[in-house]
């Protein structure tokens, strides 16, 4: 289940109310976005592909009479997604894929650790490039989740096919964006997540602080923080959740300067706050995206 280096990020879930709206979100941010894509479970998608290899995944409901019957008869995607969509407001961020060679494996050794979290899930969709390229792609995941934290879960993310389609064009964004940093978590007690999160992430790798930890996994930095780190480090001051809850990402740009007038025309709040820019989703959501210069 785990390497030294600790798991890689495959992608992150963003459950947003329509994928219209999250479109105009992310473009008006300068992210190119791909086509709209579909689940055969009720949900579906318009990705955020970053150079780095990791996507975001804007994740709306398209069809919610076949969306809450799958969740009825177990699939353990669709639980996660109605708990997160019922306790918060749009957009937030909910689960973290991580790269798998074998997710049964993985099934039974988050089963073995007490953090299974429902049933394997296999499914196909269809993927289709801005230029017309389509493919047929399959995945097989398995997942883990904190019994804390209903809404919040890691799972693992098998790709049941040879070749990845080219994205390259997907990853060419206007601000610059290039890849991921950190995934940003709350907790009013980081300590209690240990556990969990060196568990299912494979790693080790922490750094305590006076406000929380950090996990070095294989791609990235896991944070989580109390209610006083993330207010100091990101000006949000979320206490609200006696469990984990994945709250933002930090994410690698050019140059931040580019965000800047993209987020004041797009109307969202963005605050210089340690170095970076942090921008907050609209209104009630307590999710953010911050950014963060490269360093050459």
């Known amino acids: 289940m785990s390497g030294s280096a600790g798991r890689f990020v495959d992608h992150v879930v963003m459950p947003v109310a329509g994928l219209a709206s999250a479109r105009a979100l992310f473009e008006g941010l300068g992210f190119t976005v791909a086509p709209d894509a579909a689940h055969p479970f009720g949900t579906g998608n318009a990705c955020v592909f970053l150079a780095d290899g990791i996507y975001i995944e804007p994740l709306a409901v398209l069809d919610r009479d076949l969306a809450e019957s799958e969740a009825v008869q177990g699939n353990a995607f669709l639980r996660r997604d109605v ?3 019922l306790r918060h407001a749009l957009p937030g961020f909910s689960g973290v894929a991580l790269r798998s ?44 989740g904190e019994r804390h934290a209903p809404e919040t879960f890691v799972f693992s993310c098998q790709r049941l096919f040879d070749a990845a389609p080219d994205r390259g064009a ?11 940093q950190r995934l940003v978590y709350s907790a009013m007690e980081p300590e209690a997540t240990r556990p969990f999160l ?6 080790s790798a922490v750094v305590a602080n006076s406000y929380g930890f950090s996990l070095t996994i294989g791609n990235a930095v896991v944070e989580v923080l109390g209610p006083d780190g993330l207010a100091a480090r990101y000006g949000e001051a979320r206490g609200d959740a006696a469990g984990l809850r994945f709250v933002g990402l930090v994410l690698e740009t050019a140059d931040m300067e580019r965000v800047r007038p993209l987020a004041a025309a ?3 709040q963005a605050v210089d706050i340690l170095g970076r820019l942090v ?17 050459r």
């Open 279 to 295: 921008v907050h989703m609209p209104e009630p959501s307590a999710a953010f995206l911050a950014f963060e210069t490269a360093v």
């Open 266 to 268: 797009a109307g969202l």
């Open 83 to 85: 708990a997160y969509r």
């Open 198 to 203: 060196e568990t299912v992430l494979g790693s």
């Open 170 to 180: 997907l990853t060419a964004h206007a601000n610059g964006v290039s890849g991921l």
């Open 101 to 144: 060679d074998d997710a049964e494996a993985d099934n039974q050794a988050f089963r073995a650790a007490s953090f299974e979290a429902g049933d394997i899930l296999e499914f196909g969709r269809r993927f289709e490039t801005p230029d017309g390229e389509a493919r047929d792609l399959r995945f097989r995941l398995a997942f883990a």
